[in-house]
């Protein structure tokens, strides 16, 4: 045991020493949250808005002051000809122009024309919000033709936006950034860590001595456990008093599923090193293994449903993925336990496999 | 006593053959010098004493423990220092030692005088960075590292690698005064030189020790008398030397080629003349005594070019 104390005393010395890197992976989280709740949000402001209305009546006034209220959209308003279409999207004056056509006179009158067509035109050079900004548009004018319409128009569109009304990206950003984080410091920083020793001979130093290797290992550990506690304690913070995330769920559960996770991240670390033979490699194996994958195929940034079926299945063996879901369905929806109950089986029994293979690999590779 | 004895320890790395029936055995309290060129499997052997490595085959009883079975009891009683100076470059001197003190679980106070020689010379720079010490200095420290819990049996691969000329003289002398506290101390160099400070030396090539001794026996094992040529262009007249009907072997040795011919009493006249007419080379021919790296050379029929 005093020996332990030995091995985390010179641990967090060479940790402190190290300030470039304390600093970085103090800040990192605090900037990662900044950057992703703020700057890289996905939601739009400032559409900018035109309509084209051939003739005035009270349903286009009515969706054009819909429009012309609406916080996201800033409305341009009225075009009179095609030629004045063409030259506002060109100049990027507007990313939408609504293009009315004469027939909405008579779906006004109660007529039923055959054909009656709204032309939503929307500057698709950065397509992702071109397509959101249709989304918003055409939810107010549809919602509008169906008031205008009653009951002959059966059709209503009603999306609801659970959880998320104002669809704000950060709210599923903050787990990701948390499955990241965690994986970094963990499992990249501790590999490094470990496998440093490796590189610079220390280890065999320390191998020939009676100390045993799962206290060499284990006292690695603890200052990167507490490291990742105070990152954890930073993005929680963070993104409830700054991103005001509402964290419905137990506090309790959050942590102790994100403690769970710092575990199994630690193991997949210690495995790392195990199989690494200098910094590199063990950067790579972790960047390969874990990191990009944790990026693309955890829901991080592309919706899991979206990607393809053979890679959703192999998104199943990535754990960021079920840890990242639990958070979300923690902390933004509010469910309780059983709710996760299926992600932490699953974790835990990754952290299982993770730590017995790690401490195999440790007894075979150091005695 | 024996410190250590070993019988037909083998290792293969993949299909390279690191250890080949390595037999040898080490007289407690003297100094053993593993020479032999890179490659040859010299920081194997150490690793494999030192259980950092199990061998395939064999086993050795080091300090009177077996290094497959005993080694967590044995590794109370070794020190070692691997080839590269493994210290904490981010810790200072102090640290290092205060942290491979107590793992040990001793303390430096109690165990200084062991160090003491080797460490004297840390004393100014114990807040130092250990990354920030020359190479002689980091050499010191990282054997007092190895020393601070007072090892019976002491490893050093390679401990005089990368170190200037003073320090390793000086070096020598702390080996000397290590000794003298009769600790065995085991150590690879692929300098011929350093063969001078052991008390006994095994040349060792391809995974195995070619002659085990004394240096002294070693040298008067040699029965062969050598010539030592001087020369202006050493290449030519060793070309030249090599396609002579009498040459056995020869080799470059500092700034003169040696050669050993296949009789007793060769004819060295004639040998000359044979160089003056292929090579228009005048040179100077002598008889020489041999040393370790003659022994060595021809033992190992190693000729570099």
């Known amino acids: 045991m005093k020996r332990f104390i030995v091995f985390i005393k010179k641990e967090t010395l060479q940790i402190l020493r190290d300030y470039r890197t304390m600093l970085i992976v103090i800040l990192m989280p605090a900037v990662q949250i900044v950057l992703f709740g703020f700057a890289l949000s996905t939601e739009i402001n400032n559409i900018d808005v035109a309509v084209y209305a051939p003739i005035r009546n009270n349903t286009i006034n009515n969706i054009s002051n819909r429009i012309a209220s609406n916080s996201y959209i800033n409305f341009k308003g009225y075009l009179n000809n095609a030629q004045e279409i063409n030259h506002a999207m060109k100049s990027g004056e507007t990313d939408i122009v609504i293009a009315f056509s004469r027939h909405i006179d008579e779906v006004e009158a109660g007529a039923m024309p055959a054909e009656t067509s709204v032309e939503i035109i929307a500057d698709a050079s950065n397509p992702v919000s071109a397509k959101t900004a249709t989304g918003y548009v055409s939810s107010i004018i549809s919602g509008n033709l169906a008031e205008t319409a009653g009951a002959s128009n059966p059709i209503k569109i009603e999306p609801h936006m659970l959880y998320n009304p104002q669809l704000q990206s950060s709210y599923i950003f903050v787990p990701g950034i948390l499955g990241f984080i965690i994986l970094i410091i963990c499992a990249m920083i501790t590999s490094i860590s470990i496998v440093r020793e490796k590189e610079t001979g220390t280890i065999d130093m320390l191998l020939v001595s009676p100390v045993r290797p799962i206290v060499i290992v284990g006292a690695k550990l603890v200052p990167y456990f507490a490291l990742s506690c105070v990152n954890l304690a930073t993005i929680l913070i963070l993104a409830k008093y700054l991103l005001d995330i509402p964290m419905q769920g137990s506090i309790v559960l959050i942590c102790g599923i994100s403690l769970l996770y710092i575990i199994m991240s630690l193991a997949f670390g210690i495995l790392v090193s195990t199989i690494s033979k200098n910094q590199i490699m063990a950067i790579l194996i972790c960047a390969v293994v874990m990191i990009i994958p944790v990026i693309m195929l955890s829901g991080l940034i592309f919706p899991i449903e979206n990607i393809p079926v053979a890679l959703q299945y192999l998104s199943c063996i990535v754990p960021a993925r079920w840890y990242i879901e639990a958070m979300r369905i923690l902390m933004i929806e509010g469910q309780p336990f059983s709710a996760v109950l299926k992600q932490t089986v699953i974790l835990s029994s990754m952290t299982v496999i993770f730590l017995f293979l790690a401490i195999r690999n440790l007894n075979k590779t150091m005695r | ?305």
């Open chain 2, 1 to 305: 006593m024996e410190a250590i004895k070993s019988e037909n320890i083998c290792k293969r790395f993949g299909t390279k053959v690191a250890l080949n029936n390595v037999t040898f055995s080490v007289e407690k309290g003297c100094i053993f010098g593993i020479i032999g060129p890179d490659g040859a499997g010299k920081s194997t052997l150490l690793r494999t004493l030192s259980t950092l490595t199990t061998p395939d085959k064999g086993t050795a009883i080091v300090n009177g423990y077996d290094i497959k079975t005993e080694y967590k009891e044995l590794r109370k009683h070794i020190g070692y220092m691997p080839e590269i100076f493994s210290l904490y470059q981010d810790l200072t001197v102090e640290e290092n030692l205060e942290f491979y003190a107590s793992i040990f679980n001793v303390s430096i106070q109690e165990n200084y005088s062991v160090i003491e020689p080797v460490f004297c010379k840390l004393e100014p720079f114990r807040k130092r960075m250990a990354g920030k010490l020359s190479g002689g200095m980091k050499q010191k420290l990282a054997l007092s590292c190895a020393l601070i819990h007072q090892p019976d049996i002491l490893f050093l691969d390679e401990p005089t690698r990368g170190v200037d000329p003073v320090s390793r003289k000086e070096f020598r002398d702390i080996l000397t005064t290590i000794k003298a506290r009769g600790i065995t101390i085991v150590l690879s160099t692929s300098y011929m030189d350093e063969a001078s400070m052991c008390d006994c030396i095994g040349f060792f090539n391809d995974g195995h020790f070619l002659q085990t001794g004394s240096p002294n026996e070693i040298i008067s094992s040699f029965s062969k008398p050598i010539y030592s040529v001087r020369c202006l262009s050493k290449y030519k007249v060793l070309m030249a030397s090599r396609q002579w009907e009498d040459t056995e072997s020869c080799y470059i040795n500092g700034d003169t080629i040696h050669i050993i011919f296949t009789q007793s009493i060769p004819d060295t006249y004639s040998f000359e003349k044979y160089i003056l007419d292929t090579t228009n080379e005048t040179i100077k021919i002598s008889k020489t005594e041999p040393t370790i790296e003659d022994c060595f050379m021809t033992i190992s029929n190693i000729q570099p070019q």
